[in-house]
C-alpha cells in the first residue's frame, strides 16, 4: 500500500552547517580523554557505528563520507586483528596510522582556524544581554560561550530521553507537520525570552516522541541559522538562542 503524506517518515538533511566524520572522531576522542596516536581502534569503531545507529534512528540522513569513515575503521580494525609476523614486527607501520595522519592534519587546521575566528569576533556579545523573567543563567560571561558541535547536542538529547524511556528505540515514524508546529512554538518562546536552555525546551512531561519531534526541530532550526546553539564552558550548559 502507497504511504500517504502524513506517513512518511520525516527526514532531517545535514547539509553543510553540521560537523563531519572528522568532527565525529574528534569528538570521541576527547570524550574518552585519548592520545590520537593511541586509539583504542575497537572502543572508537563501537561508538562511532552506535553514533551513525542513532542519527539513522532519529531520520537524520547520513551522508556518504560517514558510511566511507566506517568501513574506513572498520578495515583498520580488521587490520588490527590479524596476527603480527615478530620478524617484519619492526618494519610494519601500525595500521592505525591510516587514520591518525588525516585526524592530526584535521585537528592542526581546525584549530587555525578557530584561532583566526577569536581574532575577529566583532558583536558576538550581542546576542548574551541580559534575559528575562528571571532567568538566573543570564549572568554567563558572553566569552565563556562556545559553538556547540552536532555530536555534543546528539549526547544531550541521549540523557534527556534516556530519562523518559531507557530501552533503545529504533523505528520512529514522525508528521512533518508535527515538526513544522514544534518550530513555530520554539520561535515563539525564543522571541519571548531571549534565549533558553537546551533542557528548558524539553517540558517535563513529554513523550519519547514530543522529546524526539523537538530535537529534529532544533536541528532544522539550526541549520537554517533560525538559532545559535551555544555552551558555557564553565557551567557546560547548553544554550539555544535566536540566530
Do not use: C
Amino acid at each position: 500500500m502507497e504511504q500517504t503524506p502524513a506517513q512518511k517518515p520525516y527526514h532531517v538533511t545535514l547539509g553543510d552547517v553540521f560537523d563531519g566524520p572528522m568532527d565525529l572522531l574528534v569528538h570521541l576522542v576527547k570524550k574518552n580523554d585519548l592520545d590520537i596516536y593511541d586509539i583504542p581502534i575497537a572502543l572508537i569503531v563501537d561508538q562511532y557505528m552506535a553514533y551513525i545507529k542513532l542519527m539513522k534512528a532519529l531520520s537524520i540522513d547520513v551522508a556518504g563520507d560517514f558510511l566511507v569513515m566506517a568501513a574506513t575503521l572498520a578495515h583498520i580494525k580488521s587490520r588490527m586483528l590479524l596476527p603480527v609476523d615478530e620478524e617484519q614486527d619492526d618494519e610494519t607501520e601500525d595500521p592505525r596510522m591510516e587514520i591518525v595522519r588525516p585526524l592530526a592534519e584535521y585537528l592542526q587546521i581546525r584549530h587555525a582556524a578557530e584561532d583566526l575566528t577569536e581574532r575577529d569576533r566583532l558583536d558576538w556579545d550581542v546576542f548574551v544581554r541580559s534575559y528575562t523573567n528571571g532567568d538566573e543563567s543570564g549572568g554567563e560571561d558572553p566569552e565563556g560561550l562556545i559553538q556547540i558541535s552536532l555530536f555534543e547536542l546528539i549526547d544531550a538529547f541521549q540523557k534527556i530521553i534516556e530519562r523518559v524511556s531507557p530501552q533503545h528505540f529504533v523505528d520512529i515514524t514522525l508528521e512533518t507537520i508535527s515538526v513544522k508546529s514544534r518550530i513555530s512554538e520554539i520561535a515563539d518562546l525564543l522571541e519571548e525570552r531571549g534565549s533558553v536552555t537546551f533542557e528548558e525546551i524539553f517540558e517535563e512531561q513529554a513523550t519519547k516522541g514530543q522529546i524526539i519531534v523537538t530535537f529534529l526541530a532544533i536541528l532544522e532550526m539550526a541549520k537554517a541559522q533560525i538559532i545559535r546553539v551555544m555552551q558555557h564552558v564553565s557551567s557546560g550548559v547548553i544554550r539555544i538562542f535566536n540566530g
